[in-house]
Structure formats: structure tokens, C-alpha cells
């Protein structure tokens, strides 16, 4: 039986480094615990294992990099801010937005951990209420009846992959799981059909895209407790399409049922929902 360890082994060493926070290391700004004798040679442990048994390292260690890298120089900067983060959390919104790695919400809206309450699949989709128990329902109801979050966003992007398959059907053919997905989106694909026949391209997909958004939006409304919260006055509704090329983002107002590049003019006179 060999005694090598295997490539999660070696990755359970690198994430838990032999010393209790507080005890110096990697709770310093600058620990650089990955640059010591002992860290260099997990990292190579890590290297051999994964090309062993995967053929590629890059990926992964790039990830423990990283970590190693928020765990020396960056967590004992923000202290303060996890120790509140360990008792409670009062997140600003439910941001609901694509699995997509291009989308980075966080980054986008420059917020710290504990401020936005982040739900993600494929298409930012909200199943109507009853049609599918599952995970984005449940993230709902516990944003809205135990966090009592003000704000929710439905939040598409350029370029989506679910928008091209609504439009093209025949490319998740084979796809079964994410084929049946894609039909939360019914009501998108019907108003493109019937509404936007002469569009084509790439403002064909973009429109996809904002009308996708408004039909998760009204999607949100059947969920008792978002409609209880909308009722009481308590929870706002807001719709964005985040442009990646251009790090633009379009807002829907509710008012002239529009979506307006989203600026600082742009905000006195945008009407939400609630």
C-alpha cells in the first residue's frame, strides 16, 4: 500500500497550517507563510500529487496560493470586521445573478464579506413559487423571512450561455438537466418570439438578457414571503444587466419600464418596485 498522500491530502495539509490563529504566522499582514521552507515544500507536495494524478497543476495552486495569500495578508487586516462576521449577519441586499465567472458581484458593487446575501445559478432564474422546492427558493425565504434584507437585485449579464440556449434550444439538446432549466425562462422566449422578431445578434441576446430579468422579477413576486415584505413596505426590487466588455450596468425602472445605463444622475429619478 503506498503511503504518498493523495492530492486532497496534500491540499488539507497546505489549508490547515500547523498553528492556532493568533499564534503569529499567517494571522500577520505579510506572514507570507507560502514563502517559508515549510510552505515551499507543501506547495511541491501539492504540484507532484496533482500532476500525478490529474496532469495539471496551475489551476489548483493558483487557489492555494491565493487562500494562503488572504490567510497571511489580508484576513488579519480585516479582524475587526470578521469577529463581527462570526456572530451575525445583516447583509444590504439578496443579490441574485449567473453562475457565470465573468460576474463578480463583490467586485462590482466594491462590497465587503457580510454585505450582500449572493444567490447564483444558471441565468439568474427565480422558479415561481410551488414550481420547483429547491435551493433558489429556499435562499428567498430565508433572505426575506429571517435576514429581512431591504433590497433584492435580479442581476443578468452580457454574453450569457442560458440566454443563447433559450434562443437556441438545439445547442443543450443533449443536456437534459440544464434543458429543463432553461424553460423558468418560458416567458422570456415567448416575448422574444412575439415582440422582437426584426432583432438579431448580438441585440437580439442583449434584449433576451433585460427581458429575462423583468420575468425574474415578476417570477419573485409569487414567493410569499417577498410578496409579505413587499406589502409591508419593507423590501425594494431592482433589476441590472451588467455589461462585461464595458463594466456598464443597465437598471430597469419600473416607471418608463425602460433600462437606463445605471449612474450618479441616474439615481434621483430611478423607480424601483416595492
Not at 470586521?81 to 458593487?109: G, H, N, W, Y
Not at 434584449?207 to 410578496?227: C, F, I, M, Y
Request: aromatic share 6%.
Amino acid at each position: 500500500m503506498s503511503m504518498e498522500p493523495s492530492a486532497t491530502e496534500g491540499l488539507m495539509v497546505l489549508v490547515h497550517p500547523p498553528w492556532a490563529p493568533g499564534e503569529g504566522g499567517t494571522d500577520r499582514p505579510g506572514g507570507g507563510w507560502a514563502k517559508t521552507a515549510e510552505g515551499v515544500d507543501m506547495l511541491e507536495r501539492l504540484r507532484q500529487n496533482l500532476r500525478k494524478d490529474h496532469g495539471s497543476t496551475e489551476a489548483m495552486e493558483k487557489l492555494v496560493k491565493g487562500f494562503l495569500k488572504f490567510r497571511g495578508e489580508v484576513f488579519g487586516k480585516k479582524r475587526d470586521l470578521f469577529t463581527r462576521l462570526s456572530q451575525k449577519q445583516e447583509p444590504r441586499a439578496l443579490f441574485i445573478t449567473c453562475s457565470d465567472s465573468r460576474v463578480d458581484p463583490t467586485l462590482m458593487t466594491q462590497t465587503e464579506p457580510g454585505e450582500l446575501f449572493i444567490l447564483r445559478n444558471a441565468g439568474n432564474m427565480v422558479p415561481p413559487y410551488g414550481s420547483m422546492q429547491g435551493g433558489s427558493t429556499a435562499t428567498i425565504e430565508f433572505a426575506m423571512a429571517i435576514l429581512k434584507v431591504p433590497h433584492i437585485i435580479v442581476c443578468g449579464h452580457t454574453d450569457c450561455g442560458v440566454m443563447k440556449a433559450l434562443l437556441q434550444p438545439e445547442d443543450v439538446h443533449d443536456l437534459p438537466a440544464l434543458k429543463e432549466w432553461v424553460g423558468q425562462a418560458e416567458t422570456t422566449r415567448r416575448l422574444m418570439r412575439e415582440h422582437y422578431i426584426d432583432l438579431e445578434g448580438n441585440d437580439r441576446l442583449v434584449k433576451t438578457t433585460q427581458e429575462n430579468v423583468r420575468a425574474q422579477l415578476d417570477h419573485l413576486r409569487t414567493h410569499p414571503s417577498v410578496a409579505l415584505q413587499l406589502r409591508k413596505g419593507t423590501v425594494d426590487l431592482h433589476g441590472w444587466v451588467y455589461s462585461i466588455p464595458t463594466g456598464d450596468i443597465w437598471v430597469y425602472d419600473f416607471e418608463s419600464e425602460q433600462f437606463t445605463p445605471l449612474l450618479d444622475e441616474t439615481l434621483p429619478r430611478l423607480k424601483v418596485a416595492s
